[in-house]
Structure formats: C-alpha cells, structure tokens
C-alpha cells in the first residue's frame, strides 16, 4: 500500500515552453501533496505544500508564478513550469500524506531536463 | 526555523561491518520527528526509520537503529552488517508534530559506499 506514482519520470522540453508534471496517490487518499527539487548531488528542498482544494503554500523565494501547482482531489496534484528555463533543470519529487499520520509516500521522481 | 545538519558528505565501510551516520539538528520545539531516508541510485526515496522525539527508547528497524539524544539534539544512524545493498544517499530529515505544519526538512546527505 501507500503508492505514490509520478508521470513523466522523464521530460525534456524547449526553452520557453511549460510543462506539467503530475504526483497521483494510487491507494490512498492525499490530504497533503508536498514538491520537492533537488539538483545533483544536492538535498530535496521543499518547494510548496498543498492542500486538497486550497490553495498551495510556497516557500520563500519560489515563484508561484512559474510553479504553478494545483491540488484538485484527493488522488492528483499537478506542478507546471511555465516558460521554463534550462536554470528550471532539475529533479522534481512529490510526496503525499493523508490527514492525521505524520508519514509522507514519495513518488519515483520526474527529471526534466530543459533545452 | 528548524536546521538539520549532516556533517559527513560521505561514509564508506567494509560489507559486513557496522557504519554510523551523523545527523544533528536545531529547533526550539519540544513535540516533533525525527527520519532516516534513504535514497539509491533510483533516486527513489525510502522510508528507513522514524523516531518520535517524546519517546526515550531509540527505534530499531531490523539492522537499523538509532541513537537519540534529545538533549544534545543528535539522531545518527547505526547499519549493522552493512550488505551491498545499503549503498545510497542517506538523509536525515525533522517534521514538527504539529499538524498544521507537516513539512519535513533535510539534512545534505551523506553518500554511503558499500566495500566488498
């Protein structure tokens, strides 16, 4: 149990493009979806908590603007990177809770690659 | 604001022998979680051990194990009878109880390599 599934493990878009990038919880219900970035050789750091049907909370210097996540059910969180930038190069992992447990489900993870 | 330290880019140790992980961290909380997660080539993120920081017991996951001492804030982890397979980044990470605050904050890493 307790599957979090990422699509696509794999993008390589355009400069200027977006692109959207989706966390989806197979079993269970997802009150909380977290995204993370890492850059090689580097710790995941938090980019923004969402809640299902509410807006998402950023951390401290991420765009909301180019991030743009969106949390419309208990199952799905998408994260899109608008007008990417090969800087927008990265690692990009999720990862889901539900209400009341403190343990987060991580996804495999989506490397986007920015040309 | 919570910190975690990792002060070991990187470990290596005999297969078969025992390794210890150092993880410290800084917080003015009293109520919170401490984890080990380890993460391999696939860069899959896996769960190895949580302890709550109420409890004084250190947790134990079969060849892992946990030395915590609140006071000190230190939380390292001990592999006992390291296999290939333990081969991997390894982080430390702290999560508030509170559950209006649920995000999880980590440490650098430290890259564990596994000697035949």
């Known amino acids: 149990g307790a599957v979090v599934s990422q699509h696509p493990s794999r993008v390589i878009c355009k400069s200027g493009t977006s692109v959207k990038i989706e966390c989806r919880s197979l079993?269970?219900?997802?009150?909380?979806m977290f995204w993370y970035r890492q850059f090689p050789k580097q710790s995941l750091m938090l980019m923004a908590t969402?809640?299902?049907?509410?807006?998402?909370?950023?951390e401290q210097g991420v765009e909301k603007d180019k991030f743009l996540i969106n949390h419309a059910s208990l199952t799905l969180s998408t994260l899109t990177v608008t007008s990417a930038h090969p800087e927008d190069s990265s690692f990009y992992i999720c990862s889901a809770k539900t209400a009341w447990v403190y343990e987060q489900y991580f996804g495999p993870g989506t490397r986007l690659t920015v040309t | 604001a919570q910190t975690v330290t990792q002060s070991q880019p990187e470990m290596s140790v005999q297969e078969a022998e025992t390794v210890t992980l150092s993880c410290t961290y800084d917080?003015?909380?009293?109520?919170?979680?401490l984890f080990w997660y380890k993460q391999p080539p696939s860069r899959q993120m896996i769960l190895v051990i949580r302890q709550e920081a109420y409890k004084q017991q250190n947790a134990t996951e079969n060849r892992f194990s946990v030395n915590f001492q609140k006071a000190a804030k230190s939380f390292s982890l001990k592999i006992s009878d390291s296999q290939l397979g333990d081969a991997a980044m390894y982080f430390c990470?702290?999560?508030?109880?509170?559950?209006?605050?649920?995000?999880?904050?980590f440490g650098t890493g430290t890259r564990l390599t596994i000697i035949p």
């Open positions: 917080t003015s909380e009293s109520d919170y979680y």
């Open positions: 079993d269970f219900q997802a009150t909380t």
């Open positions: 969402s809640n299902e049907g509410s807006k998402a909370t950023y």
């Open positions: 990470a702290y999560r508030s109880a509170d559950f209006g605050n649920e995000k999880l904050t």
